[in-house]
């Protein structure tokens, strides 16, 4: 199994280790309630390393993701600023959703997921020999990476590494900053999978241990997969392989909203999208307090048409279960549905994502 | 490491099993079972007078990550049910052979005997 140079840390600290897509992470340190809490009230920080940073480097880096992502990087205008983006297959499927910085014309940065990376690099590289072979797409596995989330993440993160304040202290939300470049850079961005402020952090491999410390030592708990989940979930914010993969539209999936159909131009994946009317949508579900625990996979009965969970839980903030699912287009917030839990049907609300955000009910 | 009291019985689907004076018994989940599922969530407990088989699912255990099944250790009919315990379900984390679920009258007490000893149970979860 693959692990972060953080893995030796996490075993130090008593934590509970899963196979998270080949690698070996922690789901948490003794409490993923606690740790879920602590970001929404306080500070808390994942070891994300398992990501991959990409650098897209050269003449035409813009031209080259305004054809391979389904949201328009001409949006990026200012240095730093970031945009959330899927990356479609021709049929419009979805391939993974990340992260893309932009710095200057001849360099941006995407952010990938670890399931995908492997066939993101392959696929990015296909589509960079057939459209802009001068284009290098650089793997950063040099660079580990740690978010730091919750109301005081931004104080704790300048206490524990003030030499990243000058950087990080003007930032606005989803924009980054680099320090340097080459082995010796990092990288400090406003942005984040938890509905909470913050900065994911980029730092060379051997140094990722000492900043790790360093932000515990100022009050930052650590915190596993299982609270980044119940965090993200709150949030409304799509995890890869349960709201989408390679057999969904992003315009089946709730993420409309990162596409742009508006402009001219072309992307992979456009024709397909502009070809078929979404007859599916993902929006949230909830049961009243004490009623039982949506999961993913769970069938929902609707007056139009059968749906299914792609993820669900216990909502900690919240203290009732709360899904995402994919229903049928013509149901909407306010509907009441039945889910399909073990013998019984459970009545649930149906809602406009976000849960929580911010340490606040949504719904 | 695991907790393991010496002074219960334990069925291989990870319950425990408390002799009472009244020639009941309490059943909860074991220290490695709570580990294993993480932080609960939601309790289903089942129905007073319920007639239970032996290894018959009777009670849901959900956790923020899973839901579990809870098993009948032996054939009996339940005699009480923890319905208060989710109001307090941390406290089959912190606690969990105090945090119990049901109480059962053994159709033959003989069977309890069969279940694991604390030794068993240990060697059974490595």
Redo the contacts between chains.
């Keep these: 199994m693959k692990t972060t140079p953080l893995h030796e840390t996490h075993r130090t600290a008593g934590a509970k280790l899963v196979d998270f897509a080949g690698w070996d992470m922690p789901l948490h340190y003794g409490s993923q309630i606690e740790e879920h809490h602590a970001v929404r009230r306080d500070a808390g920080m994942f070891d994300t390393s398992h990501m991959l940073a990409i650098d897209v480097e050269g003449t035409g880096a813009r031209a080259f993701l305004r054809y391979a992502l389904a949201n328009n990087v001409d949006r990026l205008t200012v240095p730093g600023k970031a945009q959330y983006a899927c990356l479609l297959a021709e049929d419009g499927g979805v391939l993974d959703d990340l992260i893309v910085y932009f710095f200057t014309e001849d360099f941006f940065r995407v952010i990938v997921n670890a399931g995908t990376a492997d066939a993101d690099l392959a696929w990015l590289g296909n589509l960079r020999s057939r459209i802009a072979p001068a284009l290098n797409l650089r793997p950063r596995r040099d660079l580990a990476m740690i978010a730091v989330q919750g109301p005081n993440a931004r104080d704790k993160t300048f206490a524990a590494l003030p030499e990243l304040r000058a950087a990080g202290e003007p930032l606005g939300v989803f924009f980054g900053a680099r320090i340097g470049a080459g082995a010796s850079e990092r990288f400090i961005a406003r942005t984040g999978y938890t509905g909470e402020d913050g900065f994911e952090l980029l730092v060379p491999n051997d140094q990722v241990a000492e900043v790790w410390m360093r932000l515990t030592r100022a009050g930052v708990r650590p915190c596993g997969l299982g609270a980044r989940d119940t965090l993200r979930l709150e949030a409304g914010m799509s995890l890869y392989g349960h709201e989408i993969d390679e057999k969904v539209t992003p315009l089946e999936s709730g993420l409309a909203w990162t596409v742009d159909l508006k402009s001219p131009r072309d992307f992979v994946g456009k024709a397909a999208l502009l070809a078929r009317v979404p007859a599916r949508q993902v929006l949230g579900l909830v049961l009243p307090p004490k009623g039982g625990v949506l999961r993913a996979h769970q069938v929902v009965h609707t007056p139009h048409g059968d749906g299914e969970i792609t993820s669900g839980t216990f909502s900690p903030t919240l203290n009732q279960s709360v899904a995402l699912a994919r229903l049928p287009a013509a149901v909407a917030p306010g509907d009441t549905v039945q889910v399909a839990v073990r013998d019984k049907r459970l009545d649930a609300r149906v809602v406009k994502p976000p849960f929580a955000r911010h340490g606040q009910s949504k719904i | 490491m695991s907790s393991i009291p010496d002074n219960l019985r334990y069925a291989s689907s990870h319950e425990w099993m408390r002799a009472e004076s009244d020639g009941t018994y309490t059943v909860g989940i074991s220290d490695f079972a709570q580990e294993q599922l993480?932080?609960l969530?939601?309790l289903?407990v089942p129905e007073v007078g319920r007639k239970l088989a032996a290894g018959e699912a009777c009670a849901?255990v959900?956790s923020?990550?899973a839901?579990s099944d809870v098993y009948a250790p032996v054939a009996g009919e339940v005699v009480a049910a923890n319905e208060g315990l989710?109001d307090a379900l941390e406290q089959v984390?912190k606690d969990p052979y105090n945090a119990w679920l049901f109480r059962i009258k053994p159709s033959n007490p003989a069977d309890v005997q069969k279940l694991m000893d604390a030794a068993a149970y240990a060697k059974s979860i490595g």
């Design positions: 993480g932080d969530v939601f289903e849901v959900e923020v990550k839901a989710s984390n």
